[in-house]
């Protein structure tokens, strides 16, 4: 998981939703990231997630199948919101 978070960290930094919008390819790939690490997170261990209870979990699960299910609907700037704020946010919150 934090190698994904890593990742979109590193991709994401200085882009603006106007280029996101318009990368497909940028796109595609934050929208993969993004379902590796709601897949990732739900083989966790529950002493894991207790030891992390400030993460959203259910959020996190939910993510996948809101991208998975609805990927050409998905509004994008919750998704860039997403990308921006809260990616870097749970990569600090899980440590090392």
Known sequence: MRRDLAFIIRQMKGVSISELKENEILLDSMMFRMI???ENARKLSDDYRQQ???V???AVFGLRN???H???NVDLNIIYST???DIPVL???LGS
Do not use: A, M, N
């Open 66 to 68: 809101r991208v998975v």
């Open 56 to 58: 959203p979990w259910t």
């Open 91 to 93: 990569f600090e919150e």
């Open 52 to 54: 992390h209870s400030t």
């Open 36 to 38: 590796q690490i709601s």
């Open 83 to 85: 990308l921006k704020e």
């Open 70 to 72: 609805d990927y050409g």
